[in-house]
Each structure stands twice: as C-alpha cells, then as structure tokens.
C-alpha cells in the first residue's frame, strides 16, 4: 500500500499548474460527479494494481467494485478531501484499506496526506503509527475539548448544538485525516450528522482511518454510542462519531454504554 501511495503522490505533484483539477469528467460508481483530479489518482491506483497482478479486488468511489477474482478487497479513496485539492487548500488525502467484506473486517489501512506527506498506517492487532512512531489517542478533558466536525449544506441541525458544547470546533474537509487527528492525539473527537443520508459518510471514506482510529486506542460509533461497521459498497451511508475517549459522546450529546 506504501508503493501505491507513492505513485499516487507523485502523479498528483506532476500535474501541470494547468491542469483544471475540478473538471469534471464522469458520474462515478456512487452517482456522485467524478473530477479530473480524482480520475487522475483512481487510474494510478487500479494501473498498479492490475500491473503488479496484486491479489485484490477494488471498491473504489469512481469506478465501484472491481471483481478480480480475490479473497481481499482493496478499498480505496483515490482523493479524500476534493474539494480542498481542487480549491488549493493544502489538507486532502489517499486512503487504502485492505478486508475481506466489511470495516470490521479491514486488516491494514493506509491513509497519506497528499500535501505534507505524513503517512498513517495501521496493521490488525499491531497499533497504529504515522511515520513509523505509535500513536495513542489522548484522555478527554472538558476544558480542553476540541471536536472536528462535518459542517456544510447538508449538516443537521443538531451540529450547530453540538459544537457548543465544546470548548473548540474546527471543520477542515478530509474526514480520514481528521480522524487520523483523532488518533494521533490532537483532537478529541470528529463529528458528521448530515440532515440528508445520501450526504454522510461512505466506506470508502472511512475505511482505513476507522482501524487506525481502533489501533490508536479510540473508537467509530454511530450516533447511538454503538461501534459503527459499514458493509464494503457504495449504497450505504452512515452519520457517525470518531472518539479517541468515549467520554466525549457524553458530552456532545450521545449515550456511550
């Protein structure tokens, strides 16, 4: 997964100043508009794969579910974070992931930051780690609380409340980046309640950084308090929270037994 990580990297930097990021070129696989920067990084991806002959099948947002005859799918999210990519905002990702049929069931994730190159990996049972050191999820102290959180068009009502509740909020658009925050420690928590389901979170999305998060210490719940899985497709579509101290559901409004 490094190796493809790496080549997505560097076609992403070798793109000319020209090149119109956010054209876009194709409805993807989950009905929503594929750009040409996302293209650009699935190509990568899917030509590695197909050329090193890797023993996976693919679960991409732009071209769905490739059946490759494997016992592993690879579950990737070519660019976390478009609209940042495409606006200049210097805070989007690739996301990898590794499992057998659902995110309960991811062995490896790999999430790198496209911009500032640091590389989150975790392996079933081995911890977590950003550029090889481990990482741990921080206690919960109310008055230092910091949540991310998903706040845009399609945020609920309820988020707004949310945020009150903690002592800070900052909302930076790559959710596998800010959940790999969660587990390093930075932040307490990221929080998504969209008003509209076909707006919240995928399995592309979330995949890598949910067993990061678990490694480090932390846990993805739904918005019950319960441990969140989510089946390897593209139809479903889950709210949820990243917590590094279940305390934190508490407080912003959750039961957490």
Do not use: W
């Not at 699935?42 to 794969?49: A, F, N, R, S, T």
């Not at 230092?144 to 845009?152: A, E, K």
């Not at 988020?159 to 900052?170: C, G, I, N, P, S």
């Amino acid at each position: 997964m490094e190796r493809i990580a790496q080549r997505v990297k560097e076609e992403i930097d070798s793109l000319p100043d020209q090149f119109d990021r956010g054209e876009v070129v194709m409805d993807g696989a989950d009905g929503t508009p594929t750009s040409s920067i996302d293209k650009v990084a699935e190509d990568v991806i899917l030509g590695h794969v197909e050329e090193n002959e890797l023993p996976f099948n693919v679960l991409s947002e732009e071209v769905g579910f490739v059946d490759r005859g494997a016992d592993l799918t690879l579950v990737v999210d070519p660019i976390d974070g478009t609209n940042n990519a495409v606006m200049g905002l210097p805070y989007y990702s690739v996301s990898l992931a590794v499992g057998t049929s659902s995110m309960r069931n991811v062995s490896m994730g790999l999430v790198r930051n496209l911009v500032s190159d640091e590389v989150y990996f975790s392996e079933r049972g081995r911890g977590a780690f950003r550029d090889g050191e481990r990482l741990h999820v921080r206690d919960f102290l109310p008055e230092r609380s910091v949540l991310l959180l998903y706040m845009g068009k399609y945020s609920s009502d309820r988020t707004l409340q949310v945020a009150k509740r903690v002592e800070r909020t900052r909302s930076i658009g790559c959710a596998s980046l800010e959940m790999c925050m969660v587990a390093e420690g930075m932040v307490d928590a990221y929080y998504m309640e969209c008003a509209v389901q076909d707006r919240s979170i995928r399995v592309v999305d979330i995949a890598a950084s949910a067993l990061i998060l678990r490694e480090a210490g932390g846990e993805l719940l739904d918005l019950h308090g319960k441990p969140l899985d989510m089946p390897f497709d593209l139809a479903t579509r889950s709210n949820f929270a990243a917590v590094g101290d279940r305390r934190m559901m508490e407080m912003i409004g959750f039961d957490s037994d």
